[in-house]
């Protein structure tokens, strides 16, 4: 082969590389282009969605504050309801405590008075109390 054959197929090998070299350049050029645009899609997309979601989270924080403030009332209540409930009892025992003075006592009219004792009626006008009735 002549040198003027090899001199060509070296340019022509160096023109190949070259091109090859600018296609490739010119195809992540496009390829980066593309993903730019794609990107500044996704963030306008982003840009309208974001104040509906500034309206869900507060929507989050005033459910949660709805929350607290029930929890909040909800303690109230129950605490309220243990101190009824303390009351109850002690009005139940003081009503207990009363009740078992009256059946002694009547217990002690029944003891002192001779009719009673003769005739073993119980001739009481009232009724009995919940824990007279339960003896």
Do not use: C, F, Y
Request: proline residues 3%; negative net charge.
């Amino acid at each position: 082969m002549a040198t003027s054959t090899l001199i060509l197929i070296a340019i022509i090998a160096i023109a190949a590389v070259v091109l090859i070299a600018l296609i490739a350049w010119v195809g992540r050029n496009k390829r980066n282009q593309h993903r730019h645009v794609v990107a500044d899609k996704i963030r306008d997309a982003v840009r309208e969605e974001s104040p509906e979601v500034g309206q869900q989270e507060a929507l989050a924080d005033e459910t949660a504050a709805r929350a607290r403030a029930a929890q909040a009332e909800a303690d109230v209540k129950a605490a309220q309801a243990a101190g009824l409930q303390q009351q109850a009892a002690i009005h139940r025992n003081e009503a207990s405590t009363s009740r078992d003075h009256l059946d002694s006592e009547w217990a002690r009219a029944d003891t002192m008075d001779p009719a009673t004792q003769a005739s073993g009626a119980d001739d009481r006008t009232e009724t009995p109390g919940p824990l007279t009735a339960a003896k």
